[in-house]
């Protein structure tokens, strides 16, 4: 196989991936979501020995609306559970509406994507769970300092008081929920909490035609890292994952955004006592999933009280961010199996970021920086492809010569290789050698909540979305045009017509894409041109002098 055909090949392997993700793949059957104003909640766990409970299709009731404001964020909290209902990112534009905020968290328009917490206790069945209607102090807060506390005070539930406090701080997406629990009664109390994210399996907004990220379930612990489990996979009763934990947390991922209970703080012990006191479970109940933690607390003796603050983070997947609250936090921004190249070349972005402050001059450094190390193995690939493209006179009239003959073709071919000292797939190793690190620097790109609303040049204040007026497309693919006249023609006339197509078919879907990707890809495709020409020259040139001499 000659690099030409490689190249098509990868190429349309890539095409055919992508439009059957798009347009042919089996899509998830039509979720049942819920919808507010009715009665019945999802069950909360039976004891304290038991993991939170599946959501079920059952509707969420609503409740009096107490409504937060901070400088990052506005959230509705409602009485009724005393969930966190909805959660909008300040910083962040709708991917549908620039002029309104990024919603994450929804009970609204037929979407269900909620916190929810509560207590439980096989000696006090009384004790609230997402179904008790809390009391607060007033329904609108907004956050004047560096931090602000909302207090929501359960019905004493034989004896027991339980305050629950949301604490929402300066600049922060990490919000903390605090149970404090005073056993006014007559018997010593183990309660269980459980803190819970609860969501419909809905795409969330504005995922791209060609960009399909992962979007579901995840948990991390010290002992067994990242696990994810797809929403296919719950509603199969599927999914392998770590069940019982010492730290951690268990979260919702998207494109560019997460939700997640925090077991272990970065500031902060472990609300785990030991492996069996804290526990994972991810279910699914028709059509509404739950990823979910419990933790067993010490038994309360009558008149004394305890304090647990299990803090929720809900906001972008911003690494600087992420590696600041928690280990294992940063594993949200997945990048699958090439982990290896993706993390290292990202970390590679965000340094050349601190030196530019622009995130596009930061993904033409790093081109550069990529296509400078591989260098050395480009090279050998172009030097092998322009003695190719030099012996394409004489392989068109060896075609000619044996004509239908391909036996004896093919084996004049390889005296003529030889003869040479040519390596017909001196072409291919090298690049082969390259397309991970390629598709480790697609996901980077693609993965990086960075890249959201971040400016470049001119009409570029979005590397997320695509080019509007489609200027880098339209250049990638006349760069990918332009190389093909650089490389040795097929011999196969199929082929040449493919070679011809390819560009444009191609790049047809970078229309598509986001513009920090397609920079990304036209500056590589630029710089190889120049790396190739100047190649392909200084090979003619020692020729010339070979045979002047």
Same mark, same amino acid.
């Given at each position: 196989?000659?690099?030409?055909?490689?190249?098509?090949?990868?190429?349309?392997?890539?095409?055919?991936?992508?439009?059957?993700?798009?347009?042919?793949?089996?899509?998830?059957?039509?979720?049942?979501?819920?919808?507010?104003?009715?009665?019945?909640?999802?069950?909360?766990?039976?004891?304290?020995?038991?993991?939170?409970?599946?959501?079920?299709?059952?509707?969420?009731?609503?409740?009096?609306?107490?409504?937060?404001?901070?400088?990052?964020?506005?959230?509705?909290?409602?009485?009724?559970?005393?969930?966190?209902?909805?959660?909008?990112?300040?910083?962040?534009?709708?991917?549908?509406?620039?002029?309104?905020?990024?919603e994450l968290l929804t009970d609204k328009n037929g979407r269900v994507y909620v916190a929810q917490t509560g207590l439980v206790a096989a000696s006090n069945p009384a004790l609230p769970t997402h179904k008790t209607v809390y009391s607060a102090e007033q329904s609108s807060y907004t956050l004047s300092g560096d931090s602000l506390q909302v207090k929501l005070t359960a019905p004493v539930a034989n004896g027991v008081q339980v305050v629950k406090t949301y604490t929402f701080k300066k600049g922060s997406y990490?919000?903390?929920?605090?149970?404090?629990?005073?056993?006014?009664?007559?018997?010593?109390?183990?309660?269980?909490?459980?803190?819970?994210?609860?969501?419909?399996?809905?795409?969330?907004?504005?995922?791209?035609?060609?960009?399909?990220?992962?979007?579901?379930?995840?948990?991390?612990? &010290?002992?067994? %890292?990242?696990? +994810?489990?797809?929403?296919?996979? =719950?509603?199969?009763?599927? *999914?392998? !994952?770590?069940?019982? #934990?010492?730290?951690?947390?268990?979260?919702?991922?998207?494109?560019?955004?997460?939700?997640?209970?925090?077991?272990?703080?970065?500031?902060?012990? &472990?609300?785990? %006592?030991?492996? +069996?006191?804290?526990?994972?479970? =991810?279910?699914?109940?028709? *059509?509404? !999933?739950?990823?979910? #933690?419990?933790?067993?607390?010490?038994?309360?003796?009558?008149?004394?009280?305890?304090?647990?603050?299990?803090?929720?983070?809900?906001?972008?997947?911003?690494?600087?961010?992420?590696? +600041?609250?928690?280990?294992?936090?940063?594993?949200?921004?997945?990048?699958g199996w090439v982990h290896i190249f993706a993390s290292p070349l990202f970390w590679l972005l965000t340094k050349l970021h601190g030196l530019v402050q622009n995130w596009g001059w930061a993904i033409v450094l790093l081109t550069l920086t990529v296509k400078a190390i591989f260098y050395p193995l480009t090279a050998?690939?172009?030097?092998?492809?322009?003695?190719?493209?030099?012996?394409?006179?004489?392989?068109?009239?060896?075609?000619?010569?044996?004509?239908?003959?391909?036996?004896?073709?093919?084996?004049?071919?390889?005296?003529?290789?030889?003869?040479?000292?040519?390596?017909?797939?001196?072409?291919?190793?090298?690049?082969?050698?390259?397309?991970?690190?390629?598709?480790?620097?697609?996901?980077?790109?693609?993965?990086?909540?960075?890249?959201?609303?971040?400016?470049?040049?001119?009409?570029?204040?979005?590397?997320?979305?695509?080019?509007?007026?489609?200027?880098?497309?339209?250049?990638?693919?006349?760069?990918?045009?332009?190389?093909?006249?650089?490389?040795?023609?097929?011999?196969?006339?199929?082929?040449?017509?493919?070679?011809?197509?390819?560009?444009?078919?191609?790049?047809?879907?970078?229309?598509?894409?986001?513009?920090?990707?397609?920079?990304?890809?036209?500056?590589?495709?630029?710089?190889?041109?120049?790396?190739?020409?100047?190649?392909?020259?200084?090979?003619?040139?020692?020729?010339?002098?070979?045979?002047?001499?």
């Open positions: 196989m000659d690099s030409k055909r490689l190249i098509i090949f990868i190429v349309l392997s890539m095409g055919i991936l992508l439009l059957w993700q798009e347009y042919f793949a089996p899509k998830p059957a039509p979720q049942q979501v819920a919808q507010t104003q009715t009665a019945s909640q999802p069950d909360a766990p039976a004891s304290h020995t038991a993991s939170a409970q599946p959501a079920d299709a059952a509707k969420l009731s609503a409740g009096q609306r107490i409504r937060v404001s901070t400088d990052v964020i506005k959230a509705e909290i409602d009485t009724v559970g005393g969930d966190l209902r909805q959660l909008d990112l300040l910083k962040h534009d709708s991917a549908t509406d620039a002029k309104k905020p990024f990490d919000i903390g929920v605090r149970f404090d629990i005073h056993n006014g009664g007559s018997t010593p109390l183990a309660p269980t909490a459980y803190y819970r994210l609860l969501r419909d399996g809905q795409a969330p907004e504005g995922e791209g035609r060609f960009a399909h990220t992962f979007t579901g379930p995840a948990v991390y612990t &010290s002992d067994n %890292k990242f696990q +994810k489990v797809s929403f296919d996979d =719950l509603a199969k009763g599927k *999914g392998d !994952y770590a069940k019982n #934990a010492t730290d951690g947390w268990v979260g919702m991922l998207q494109h560019y955004f997460m939700t997640a209970w925090v077991l272990k703080p970065l500031d902060a012990a &472990s609300v785990c %006592k030991d492996e +069996k006191s804290c526990h994972f479970e =991810l279910k699914d109940s028709n *059509g509404l !999933y739950s990823a979910a #933690a419990t933790v067993d607390l010490k038994v309360i003796n009558p008149g004394q009280t305890a304090s647990i603050t299990v803090p929720l983070y809900a906001g972008p997947e911003d690494y600087s961010v992420l590696t +600041k609250v928690a280990d294992g936090l940063e594993y949200s921004k997945d990048y050998a690939s172009y030097r092998s492809m322009a003695k190719m493209k030099a012996l394409a006179p004489r392989l068109e009239r060896m075609k000619e010569q044996y004509g239908d003959d391909r036996m004896k073709f093919q084996q004049a071919v390889m005296e003529m290789y030889k003869s040479e000292k040519v390596n017909p797939l001196g072409g291919c190793l090298p690049m082969l050698i390259q397309i991970p690190v390629f598709i480790g620097l697609y996901w980077a790109l693609l993965a990086s909540v960075e890249l959201r609303q971040a400016p470049w040049i001119l009409w570029y204040t979005d590397l997320a979305r695509p080019d509007p007026f489609y200027v880098l497309p339209v250049i990638m693919a006349a760069t990918m045009f332009l190389q093909t006249f650089l490389n040795p023609p097929p011999t196969d006339p199929m082929q040449a017509k493919m070679m011809k197509i390819m560009p444009v078919a191609f790049s047809a879907m970078f229309f598509f894409f986001p513009a920090g990707l397609v920079l990304y890809y036209a500056v590589n495709n630029i710089l190889s041109i120049a790396q190739q020409w100047y190649i392909n020259k200084s090979i003619e040139n020692s020729k010339k002098v070979a045979l002047q001499s």
